[in-house]
């Protein structure tokens, strides 16, 4: 199960190289300002004073590569389900999510709290998992919830 603890030691050098990834200070995410490690577009890696606040894994599905790398992520912060496989309810991540919504055309996000934690997972109508953002900062937390209303 997942481990709120490798989430404060999360480093995208672990799992890539710096010609992989650009790094971007300045950057606003959720209207807070901040640091973030991007590999192309789809996985970003957000940080506020070197504490990482924000893992975002989102359209890995089409590219080898960091559908790897992100499953790999998912694998060392304790997830049992990977991304471009079937999602399957867990006592954790069931029918229990505080919210839903429908940015994408082919798939629903679901937002569940877990340890103060907040997770969004972007299920397709198959029931394939395609995205995942756990936002730990309380701001950015608040600042999701509010715009996703």
Do not use: W
């Not at 997942?2 to 990834?21: A, E, G, M, P, T």
């Not at 006592?91 to 994408?104: C, G, S, V, W």
């Amino acid at each position: 199960m997942y481990n709120k603890n490798k989430f404060s030691s999360l480093d995208i050098n672990y799992f890539f190289n710096s010609d992989q990834r650009n790094t971007i200070k300045d950057f606003a995410y959720a209207n807070i300002l901040g640091t973030a490690d991007i590999c192309g577009y789809q996985i970003m890696f957000f940080y506020i004073a070197d504490n990482i606040e924000v893992l975002l894994i989102d359209e890995v599905i089409d590219n080898i590569l960091l559908l790897d790398k992100a499953n790999q992520i998912l694998n060392f912060l304790g997830f049992e389900f990977k991304l471009g496989s079937p999602f399957i309810l867990t006592d954790t991540f069931n029918h229990n999510y505080i919210l839903k919504d429908h940015l994408y055309e082919d798939h629903m996000r679901y937002y569940y709290k877990v340890d103060e934690q907040l997770i969004v997972l972007g299920i397709n109508y198959e029931g394939i998992l395609l995205s995942f953002e756990l936002i730990n900062n309380k701001s950015i937390i608040d600042n999701r919830l509010a715009f996703s209303c």
